[in-house]
């Protein structure tokens, strides 16, 4: 049998800070702790934010993933196996958005501080 995501592995497993998670339980690719590809029943399911999911599903790049619970997720998308020939160009793509990439950056993802602080009650 063919692994679908021969490609994608190749690619990464020189690919420094990104581990290719093929062993039992979820496959895909992590950057530390946290996966940002998933190799999902051949197609690739992929960490984006939720401008970018919509745009992908709008343009008809992308599909909506519904992990069971009846409502899509705002920060995933599968990208289908009939476009394979771009699913290394959207890996780095969410790569880049969940690399780290400085102060303030948690994940890639930008967090906003908590403000105003509240007063502490006591």
Known sequence: ???PY???KAHFSNVEGVTVNTGRGAQGLKI???MFVM???GQLLVQFPPTRV???IE???GLPHDPGTGKPMKNRVIIPDSRKESWIDHCEESRQYM???GPGVLGGVVR???WPLRPTRF
Request: glycine share 8%; aromatic share 4%; charged share 30%.
């Open 1 to 3: 049998m063919i692994d």
């Open 59 to 61: 343009s008809g790049h």
């Open 32 to 34: 530390g702790k946290k």
């Open 39 to 41: 190799f999902h029943k």
């Open 6 to 8: 021969a490609e994608v």
């Open 54 to 56: 919509s745009q992908l």
């Open 99 to 101: 690399a780290p990439e």
């Open 112 to 114: 906003s501080p908590r």
